[in-house]
C-alpha cells in the first residue's frame, strides 16, 4: 500500500520535472551554460578592469604599501598629465606615427594589392612574400633592423655613403630620425596585411564591372579609381579604424629597439604607461593614461564611423 | 579572352614585381646570411651574402647549447600558445554556439556587450589586470599569461559568424535522435566547424607564440620565459654581437615560417575574415 504511494508521487514528481524541464527552459540553460565561460572571462577581464582603472586613476598608489596605501586625489593625476613633458612628448609622437603610418600603408597596399590582384601571375607568391613580415615575431624583425640600421657600420648607411650621402641619418640613437626609422620597420611589417585585406576585398568586386568597362574603353587607371577603389569602401573603411588603431598601441618594437629614446623622442602612451606603471610603480597615473588612450582610441572610430556613415552610400 | 600584347606586359609587371618583393625580403636574407658568418664578415661592405667562411654552426651552438638555452624559450612558448589556442577555441566555440543557434533571455545584450568591449584596447586595462594576478598569486607563472589569453570576443565573434550559417535541420535531426545540447555541440556543430576553427587556431597560435607585451609584464623568472623575452634576454647577453643575435632572430622566426609555408591558403583566410564584412 505504501510502496504503491511512494511509486505514485515518484512518478508524479518526474512527470513534474519533466513538465518543468521543457524544451525551452532546457535551451535557456543550456544557452547561459555555453556562454557562461565566456561571460565570466569578459567580466573579470574586461568590464572589471576597465572599471577598476577607472577608480584607479583617481588615486595615487605605488602598490609596494597594499590597499591601505592607496591616496585619493581626485582628478589630480589628469591634471599632471598634461604638464607632464614626457607624456605631451608621447601624445605628439602618437599622432606623429599615426599620421605617418596609417595613409603611407593603405596607399602602397591598396596600389600593390590592386597590381597583384589583376596584372600578375603566381598572385600566392605576391600574397606570401609581402606577408611574411606581418607573420615574424616583431621583436625579432626588430633586431634585425637594428643591425641594418647601425649608424657606422650597418648595411643601410653603408649604402647612404656609397650612393654619396656622406652624413647620412644615425637611425634609432637620432633624436631627430628614432621615430621614423621605427615608422619604416612598422610600414614594412604591416604592409603584407593590408594587401591580403585589400584582396580579399577587390575580389568581391564582380568582374564584369571591369569587363563593361573595358568594352568602354577605360584604362587600366581609369578602372582603379573608378570602380576598385569606391567598391572598396567598406575594406577601406575597416582598414581604417583598425590600423588607426593598432598604429596607437605600437609598443613592441619602441620597447626592444629605443626604450623610447633617445631623449624621449620615440617614445609613445602605450611605452609610457609601462614606464610608469611597470617600471615607476605609480598605478594610479598610469591607469589616467590608459584612460587617455582609451578615450583617443573611442574618439578615433567614432570619428571614423560618423564620417564614413555619411559618406558612403550604395 | 586578353589579347596577346596584354600578357606580355602582365609579364613584364610580374617580373618587375619579383625584383621588387626580392628586395622587400631583403632583411630577412640578411638576417639568414649574417647568422651564418663570422662577427667581423657581418659588417663587410659590399654586403657578402654568401659567406666566405661558415659560422653558422658555431652560433647554433650558442644560441642551443649555451648556459640559457634557446631550447627552454620553446618549449615555454610552444607550451603557452598550444594550451591559450585549445582554451580560446573551446570557449568560444561553446559561446558562438549559444549566440548562434540557442535562444535563451539576455542573448542580444550579451552579444552587444561583447562587440562594445570588442573595443577596448587590451592596453587600457594592463595595470589592473597586473593587479589582479598579483592578487590571485598568478605573477610569473604561465598560468598567468594563458588565462590572460583565453578570452576573445573577436574570435567568439568570427565564430558565431560561421555557426550562423550552420543548417538546422543537421541539428534537429540529432535532436530527434534524443541528443542533448551538449551532445549536439560536441558531436555536430565541432565537427561542422572544423574549417573555421583551424583557421581561427592557427592565427590565435600565431599571435600568442609573438605576444611580448604580456610575458614581458607577467614573467620574471628567465627559466619561464617565452621566445620574444628571450630575445631580450639575449639582446642583454650579446646585443653587440649581431652574427649571434641574428641566429636568435632565425630561431625565433622559423617555426612561424614554416607554420605559414605549410598552412599557406589557412593563414591567409584566416587573416581575411576578419577584413570582409560576411
Given at each position: 500500500?505504501?510502496q504503491?504511494?511512494t511509486v505514485?508521487k ?6 513534474e ?16 551554460l555555453?556562454?557562461?565561460p565566456?561571460?565570466l572571462?569578459m567580466l ?6 576597465l572599471?577598476f ?5 583617481l ?7 597594499g590597499l ?7 582628478l589630480?593625476?589628469?591634471a ?10 608621447a601624445?605628439k609622437?602618437?599622432?606623429?606615427f ?7 600603408t593603405?596607399?602602397i ?10 596584372k600578375?601571375?603566381?598572385?600566392d607568391y ?10 615574424c615575431s616583431?621583436?625579432?624583425?626588430a633586431?634585425v ?6 649608424p657606422?657600420?650597418?648595411p643601410l648607411?653603408?649604402m ?15 633624436t631627430?630620425w628614432?621615430?621614423?626609422a621605427i615608422?619604416?620597420?612598422?610600414i614594412?611589417q604591416?604592409?603584407g596585411?593590408?594587401i591580403i585585406?585589400?584582396?580579399a ?6 568582374d564584369?564591372?571591369?569587363e563593361?568597362a ?8 581609369q ?8 567598391l572598396?569602401?567598406?575594406t577601406?573603411?575597416f ?13 613592441d618594437m619602441?620597447?626592444?629597439l ?5 631623449n624621449?623622442?620615440?617614445t ?10 611597470f617600471?615607476n ?18 574618439l ?5 564611423w ?8 550604395y | 579572352m ?8 602582365n609579364?613584364v609587371l ?6 621588387i ?9 640578411w ?10 664578415e ?5 654586403i657578402?651574402?654568401i659567406?666566405?667562411e661558415?659560422?653558422?654552426v ?5 644560441i642551443?647549447?649555451?648556459d640559457?638555452s ?15 589556442t ?6 568560444s ?9 540557442l535562444?535563451f533571455?539576455g ?7 561583447m562587440?562594445a568591449f570588442?573595443m ?16 590571485f ?11 590572460m589569453g583565453?578570452f576573445?570576443?573577436y574570435?567568439?565573434f568570427?565564430l ?23 551532445r ?5 556543430m565541432?565537427?561542422l ?7 581561427v587556431g592557427?592565427i ?13 609584464i607577467?614573467?620574471n ?6 621566445i620574444?623575452l628571450?630575445m631580450q634576454?639575449?639582446?642583454e647577453?650579446?646585443g653587440?654581437?649581431?652574427?649571434v643575435?641574428m ?7 622559423i617555426?612561424l ?7 599557406q591558403?589557412?593563414?591567409i ?7 570582409v564584412?560576411?
Amino acid at each position: 500500500m505504501s510502496q504503491h504511494a511512494t511509486v505514485q508521487k515518484r512518478l508524479a514528481s518526474r512527470k513534474e520535472k519533466r513538465t518543468y524541464w521543457t524544451r525551452r527552459r532546457r535551451e535557456q540553460l543550456a544557452g547561459w551554460l555555453f556562454i557562461a565561460p565566456e561571460v565570466l572571462g569578459m567580466l573579470v577581464l574586461a568590464v572589471f578592469p576597465l572599471l577598476f582603472s577607472l577608480g584607479l586613476s583617481l588615486t595615487e598608489w605605488n602598490l609596494v604599501g597594499g590597499l591601505s596605501a592607496i591616496h585619493f586625489v581626485g582628478l589630480d593625476n589628469f591634471a599632471e598629465l598634461f604638464q607632464d613633458n614626457r607624456f605631451l612628448h608621447a601624445l605628439k609622437n602618437n599622432i606623429g606615427f599615426t599620421a605617418g603610418t596609417v595613409p603611407a600603408t593603405m596607399l602602397i597596399g591598396v596600389v600593390l594589392a590592386a597590381v597583384i590582384h589583376k596584372k600578375l601571375y603566381f598572385k600566392d607568391y605576391f600574397k606570401a612574400a609581402f606577408f611574411v613580415p606581418y607573420i615574424c615575431s616583431t621583436v625579432a624583425v626588430a633586431a634585425v633592423w637594428s643591425a641594418l640600421y647601425h649608424p657606422s657600420k650597418g648595411p643601410l648607411n653603408q649604402m647612404l655613403i656609397h650612393l654619396g650621402i656622406s652624413e647620412p641619418p644615425r637611425w634609432l640613437v637620432d633624436t631627430s630620425w628614432s621615430l621614423v626609422a621605427i615608422m619604416i620597420i612598422y610600414i614594412w611589417q604591416l604592409l603584407g596585411y593590408q594587401i591580403i585585406i585589400f584582396l580579399a576585398g577587390m575580389s568581391n568586386i564582380p568582374d564584369e564591372l571591369y569587363e563593361a568597362a573595358r568594352i568602354d574603353g577605360a584604362s587600366g587607371i581609369q578602372q582603379f579609381r573608378r570602380i576598385t577603389l569606391p567598391l572598396l569602401g567598406p575594406t577601406t573603411f575597416f582598414l581604417a579604424i583598425t590600423s588607426t588603431i593598432s598604429s596607437f598601441k605600437v609598443f613592441d618594437m619602441i620597447k626592444f629597439l629605443t626604450d623610447g629614446g633617445p631623449n624621449y623622442s620615440s617614445t609613445v602612451i602605450v611605452y609610457q604607461i609601462y614606464e610608469e606603471g611597470f617600471q615607476n610603480f605609480r598605478m594610479g597615473y598610469a591607469s589616467a593614461m590608459s584612460w587617455i588612450l582609451f578615450l583617443l582610441i573611442m574618439l578615433v572610430t567614432s570619428v571614423t564611423w560618423i564620417t564614413q556613415s555619411r559618406k558612403v552610400h550604395y | 579572352m586578353t589579347t596577346r600584347t596584354f600578357k606580355l606586359g602582365n609579364a613584364v609587371l610580374t617580373a618587375l614585381f619579383g625584383i621588387i618583393s626580392i628586395f622587400f625580403l631583403l632583411p630577412l636574407v640578411w638576417m639568414i646570411s649574417a647568422a651564418s658568418k663570422t662577427e667581423k664578415e657581418v659588417w663587410t661592405f659590399p654586403i657578402q651574402w654568401i659567406p666566405k667562411e661558415w659560422h653558422f654552426v658555431q652560433n647554433f651552438k650558442t644560441i642551443w647549447m649555451g648556459d640559457v638555452s634557446f631550447g627552454l624559450f620553446y618549449w615555454n612558448s610552444i607550451k603557452i600558445a598550444l594550451i591559450s589556442t585549445l582554451a580560446t577555441l573551446l570557449i568560444s566555440a561553446m559561446a558562438g554556439y549559444a549566440l548562434s543557434k540557442l535562444e535563451f533571455k539576455g542573448k542580444g545584450l550579451v552579444f552587444g556587450a561583447m562587440m562594445a568591449f570588442m573595443m577596448i584596447p587590451e592596453q587600457a586595462t594592463l595595470v589592473p589586470r597586473y593587479i589582479m594576478i598579483k592578487e590571485f598569486g598568478l605573477y610569473d607563472t604561465h598560468a598567468a599569461l594563458i588565462l590572460m589569453g583565453m578570452f576573445s570576443s573577436y574570435f567568439t565573434f568570427l565564430l558565431r559568424q560561421f555557426m550562423l550559417g550552420v543548417h538546422n535541420d543537421l541539428l534537429e535531426a540529432a535532436e530527434l535522435d534524443g541528443a542533448g545540447f551538449f551532445r549536439i555541440f560536441w558531436s555536430v556543430m565541432l565537427p561542422l566547424s572544423r574549417p573555421i576553427l583551424a583557421t581561427v587556431g592557427i592565427i590565435k597560435f600565431i599571435w600568442t607564440w609573438n605576444d611580448y607585451q604580456g610575458p614581458l609584464i607577467m614573467l620574471n623568472s628567465t627559466n619561464l620565459y617565452t621566445i620574444p623575452l628571450g630575445m631580450q634576454f639575449f639582446k642583454e647577453e650579446f646585443g653587440t654581437t649581431i652574427s649571434v643575435m641574428m641566429m636568435a632572430s632565425l630561431a625565433a622566426i622559423i617555426p612561424l615560417l614554416v607554420l605559414f609555408l605549410v598552412l599557406q591558403k589557412q593563414v591567409i583566410k584566416g587573416i581575411s575574415i576578419g577584413g570582409v564584412k560576411g
